[in-house]
């Protein structure tokens, strides 16, 4: 059970195995904070698993700032469980993208990863459905690394997990954006929310 919806079998093991690949890359690699690796379960994979859980139809995903894999590789868990969508996941890093590589390996999770800055990975992505972010940047920077994959897509999907700041965030935003806004309450922080964002457009 994650987030009190059950899992496939399949799924429960490939992110079993997930997480320990993640413990044993983390041990070189800082991919997480050290205070949150006693709750990885409930901190980081369930969190990251409400964004397949609201949107279970097979997409063309983008995962900006993949890092860790949270929630990039997860959502390509669940992507193999339908044998059908993809996950491009974006990380400057190199050895962080070398991890994330490792994970999609060994899971045979559906995903590529693209080992560049975010501002280059439009061109090298082309169109996608739906975006992702989390722990990556305010509101009003990630509208501007999503905008590129607007003008390929109208009915373009963004999907960030924000923490209980996040209004300040909106607010802000709206000075420079036009979007259409969905708040769902995050299942594993009551202060946390996941912002759903459509029909993003500069104001200027």
Same mark, same amino acid.
């Given at each position: ?9 399949? !799924? ?12 044993? @890359?983390?041990? !070189? ?6 205070? !949150? ?20 139809? %097979?997409?063309? @995903? ?8 949270? &929630? ?22 190199? *050895?962080?993208?070398?991890?994330? #590589?490792?994970?999609? #390996? ?5 995903? !590529?990863?693209? %080992?560049? #800055?975010?501002?280059?990975? &439009? &061109? ?23 905008? %590129? ?7 373009? #999907? ?13 607010? *802000? ?32």
């Amino acid at each position: 059970m994650i987030n009190g919806e059950s899992v496939s079998r399949e !799924t429960q093991e490939r992110l079993e195995h997930f997480v320990n690949i993640f413990k044993k @890359w983390n041990a !070189t690699t800082n991919l997480v904070a050290p205070s !949150t690796l006693g709750d990885l379960w409930s901190r980081h994979i369930a969190d990251s698993a409400q964004i397949f859980q609201l949107s279970r139809v %097979p997409k063309i @995903w983008v995962d900006l700032g993949s890092g860790g894999g949270f &929630p990039g590789i997860v959502t390509a868990i669940f992507m193999a469980e339908l044998d059908d969508g993809w996950v491009h996941l974006v990380e400057s890093n190199n *050895k962080k993208a070398g991890f994330l #590589r490792s994970a999609l #390996r060994e899971t045979g999770a559906r995903g !590529t990863v693209h %080992p560049v #800055r975010i501002e280059a990975a &439009p &061109p090298a992505i082309g169109r996608c459905d739906a975006i992702s972010a989390r722990a990556l940047a305010e509101l009003d920077l990630l509208f501007k690394y999503v905008e %590129p994959w607007t003008e390929k897509n109208e009915n373009l #999907r963004c999907y960030f997990n924000k923490g209980r700041d996040y209004e300040a965030e909106v607010q *802000k935003a709206r000075g420079r954006w036009d979007f259409d806004l969905l708040r769902h309450q995050s299942s594993v922080e009551a202060s946390s929310v996941v912002l759903e964002i459509t029909h993003l457009a500069s104001k200027s």
